[in-house]
């Protein structure tokens, strides 16, 4: 029952998450640009002309939607971690695995409360929460999943994390490989989404193939 606690709520975080994100972006008089604005420009509070790390204009009428929904992914996430003791080994990989990424769900809470343009420190104080060490949990991950999860999805966790932790360094030194500024961040952000999405509804499904054989009759 834990565990599926945990699985419903990183699928109900990430897709609560999606939502807010299309709605919020759905709101800007300029059109919001995914490889030019980061995701943060959808929380900020005020609308003004901003020149760092890039220019851009920023106006978000449902910057409060959006900043809620960073609070409740953070939360959910933090609340799958915790629950989803199922589809861990045991050891200290795992352990640290799981605190970072529960890091990550706490930078993600930081940078709701806090939005970019109003507490500018403590915002980017949630970015490297969620972008450093989460992806560090998310590489550690990989190796700490339980002996049943598939092989695939093991080495495939694995990879996102590497594959986050090099946009975020490539993000840092503003190389944005002709993705732009907010491709290149959010491939350094939604790995751990879309883990957190897969990893919930394939334990979802999991639970409820072996549910329906044990009440099968003999």
């Excluded at 890039?54 to 933090?78: D, K, Q, V, W």
């Excluded at 915790?82 to 809470?109: D, E, H, N, S, Y």
Aim: one cysteine or more.
């Amino acid at each position: 029952m834990k565990s599926r606690i945990g699985y419903a709520a990183w699928v109900a975080g990430v897709a609560q998450f999606f939502v807010a994100h299309v709605i919020a972006e759905s709101g800007w008089a300029r059109p919001y640009s995914w490889a030019r604005n980061n995701i943060s420009d959808l929380g900020n509070a005020h609308c003004a002309m901003q020149s760092e790390p890039e220019p851009r204009y920023i106006c978000s009428p449902e910057h409060g939607l959006m900043n809620a929904s960073f609070i409740t992914m953070g939360t959910l996430l933090a609340v799958g971690v915790f629950f989803t003791g199922a589809v861990w080994r045991r050891g200290a990989r795992p352990l640290v695995a799981r605190w970072l990424l529960a890091c990550a769900g706490m930078g993600f809470v930081i940078a709701g409360l806090a939005p970019a343009d109003v507490h500018e420190n403590q915002h980017v104080l949630g970015a490297l929460l969620i972008m450093a060490m989460g992806n560090i949990g998310l590489v550690l991950a990989g190796v700490g999943l339980a002996d049943d999860v598939p092989g695939p999805l093991r080495w495939a966790t694995s990879l996102l994390g590497v594959t986050a932790l090099i946009a975020f360094g490539l993000f840092l030194a503003h190389r944005y490989l002709g993705l732009g500024m907010g491709g290149m961040e959010r491939v350094a952000a939604f790995p751990l989404l879309v883990w957190a999405l897969v990893t919930g509804v394939r334990g979802l499904f999991h639970q409820a193939t072996r549910m329906r054989m044990q009440d099968a009759p003999p």
